[in-house]
């Protein structure tokens, strides 16, 4: 079964601290990938995607994200947190064959200020 | 309006008691997706239209979970006969293109207390 796996599920870094929250998928072909950032109280929104061309993509307020295709592999980092940045972060993959997007279990950050 | 609107915000309803969540995609979404969150998870796969056909009904957990968008625009997810593992967040996207191949956006969610 086609499956995403966030393995930090807690992460507290101090402010400007560097940041990666890993993420990988199961194999099924072609992906699109996602990450998505949930602000306390506040709805799912996008913070970058990657469908094609080059594997590091940037998204909003700084984050990047590189998909490295060899370790089925879609990592966000960035490289100075803010206290701002205190959120729950989702890793979500599309696989071309499929109607769906599957989530991972999420990471809670938690900047120290 | 701007984005994908959710209604009711909170819902509690009695254990077997039937609900209805209301999606109001934004205009012009081809693709239109269900989701359950429970707490301290990420989104499970409900259910996917594009229009008014609904293409997977895959994760629906079982036949008291009903979704509908009969003119490819508003939704309505309808849960029979409520049980409390019902109790979660119930979120609703959309997104411009067909499938899951583009950006999908969220609503606030329903959350669904069952007591």
């Known amino acids: 079964a086609q499956s995403v796996s966030q393995h930090n599920h807690h992460v507290i870094l101090s402010e400007a601290a560097s940041l990666e929250l890993g993420c990988n998928y199961s194999?099924?072909?072609?992906?699109?990938l996602f990450w998505y950032v949930q602000y306390p109280g506040q709805h799912l929104q996008l913070l970058l995607k990657?469908?094609?061309?080059?594997?590091l993509v940037k998204g909003i307020k700084g984050f990047e994200a590189e998909f490295i295709k060899s370790k089925f592999s879609f990592n966000l980092r960035k490289p100075s947190v803010q206290w701002s940045d205190t959120a729950e972060y989702f890793c979500?993959?599309?696989?071309?064959?499929?109607?769906?997007?599957?989530f991972g279990s999420g990471t809670r950050l938690s900047i120290r200020p | 309006g701007a984005g994908v609107s959710q209604s009711p915000r909170y819902k509690v309803a009695k254990r077997g008691q039937d609900v209805a969540l209301r999606c109001d995609p934004i205009s012009g979404h081809v693709s239109l997706f269900w989701y359950q969150q429970a707490l301290g998870q990420g989104p499970e796969f409900l259910t996917y239209?594009?229009?008014?056909?609904?293409?997977?009904k895959s994760g629906l957990p079982s036949d008291r979970f009903f979704a509908e968008r009969p003119e490819g625009s508003v939704s309505t997810l309808k849960i029979q006969r409520t049980q409390q593992e019902d109790s979660a967040v119930y979120l609703c996207?959309?997104?411009?293109?067909?499938?899951?191949?583009?950006?999908?956006?969220f609503g606030q969610g329903t959350r669904l207390t069952v007591v």
């Open positions: 979500a993959v599309n696989w071309s064959s499929a109607s769906k997007i599957i």
């Open positions: 996207a959309s997104s411009l293109g067909n499938r899951g191949g583009t950006e999908a956006f």
């Open positions: 239209f594009q229009n008014e056909a609904q293409l997977d």
């Open positions: 990657y469908f094609s061309g080059d594997p």
């Open positions: 194999y099924g072909g072609t992906v699109n």
